[in-house]
């Protein structure tokens, strides 16, 4: 049974009732979804994939973490500009060797949208490489990108696995041994880290959008490189972050960059951490010998306009 008193809708009830041709006369965003089955639709524009929907001070912001689309049904005032921010999946750590990339981050400002509908697409992280107890060598894979409103994030770069300087991405992945770290993709991130190629080996770091991966030396694997912040979504939050550098000593893993970015692995944490969730963060190296790399980070499209 319709129970009015648990849905609490917004006094724009009251006047959709009365005022159904006016943009304020539409029902607040809770009544709108549950009279839609989840497509949220204001009277003016809808959305698909559940992205997360609030107002904050000026503006009007909605979340994806996953895929979907944006429709402009009418453009209020006859027209609108947006901000978008599209964060890609982070690279993944290689098995036994270097740090994933975070996952490319881009902003636009002052997009000028249209009556027709927009797709949302949000990359995955990439996925742990290689299997097995055995001693292989696996390099880590490339996130997925993510793209919006014209525009496209790269996903973030594989770490090296033994000998190599990992792939490039958004951010590139970390280096082993003497390899030649690779690179980010301009605007959006940046280089990964070196190797050190003396006995006991340690992997460079991930790059991540603020900074390059951060090199290895002889007490540590590289640390990741430090994401950015945003604040499209209402709070100031890091995002990719690179994957930090594994080691073959106790501890001495790198750290994650802030945004997102997994540690790496050592003797006693084999297995390199996974880049968080909805940052773009590059996975951690694996153990230098025996480790497993962790995964990268799944990426984020957040859209926003100043209120109507």
Do not use: C
């Not at 994939?49 to 996953?66: H, R």
């Not at 692995?265 to 880049?275: C, E, H, L, T, Y």
């Amino acid at each position: 049974m319709f129970r009015q008193d648990r849905t609490n809708p917004s006094t724009a009830i009251s006047n959709w009732r009365g005022r159904h041709d006016t943009l304020k006369g539409w029902p607040s965003t809770a009544v709108s979804s549950w009279l839609n089955g989840g497509l949220f639709d204001t009277g003016w524009y809808s959305t698909t994939g559940d992205p997360e929907i609030d107002v904050d001070g000026s503006y009007t912001w909605l979340k994806w973490t996953g895929a979907g689309s944006l429709t402009i049904l009418e453009l209020p005032g006859g027209s609108l500009a947006a901000d978008v921010l599209i964060i890609a999946g982070g690279g993944s750590g290689a098995r036994s060797g270097a740090a994933g990339g975070a996952g490319g981050m881009q902003t636009a400002t002052s997009v000028s949208l249209s009556e027709t509908e927009y797709t949302i697409t949000v990359g995955a992280g990439a996925g742990e490489p290689g299997s097995g107890g055995s001693p292989e060598n696996s390099g880590g894979l490339v996130g997925a990108d993510s793209s919006a409103l014209g525009t496209t994030s790269a996903g973030g770069g594989g770490g090296a696995d033994t000998g190599g300087g990992g792939t490039a991405g958004g951010s590139g992945g970390g280096a082993v041994l003497s390899g030649t770290p690779s690179a980010g993709t301009s605007g959006q991130g940046n280089a990964g880290g070196s190797g050190w190629s003396v006995t006991p080996y340690r992997t460079g770091g991930g790059g991540g959008k603020g900074a390059v991966g951060g090199n290895a030396t002889s007490s540590a694997g590289g640390v990741g490189g430090v994401g950015a912040t945003n604040d499209y979504d209402g709070s100031a939050t890091y995002y990719a972050g690179g994957g930090g550098g594994s080691s073959s000593g106790n501890s001495n893993f790198g750290a994650g960059g802030n945004g997102g970015g997994g540690r790496g692995g050592a003797d006693d944490v084999p297995n390199g951490g996974s880049g968080s969730a909805n940052t773009g963060g590059g996975g951690g190296g694996g153990k230098v010998s025996y480790g497993g790399g962790g995964r990268g980070g799944s990426g984020l499209v957040v859209i926003r306009w100043l209120t109507p």
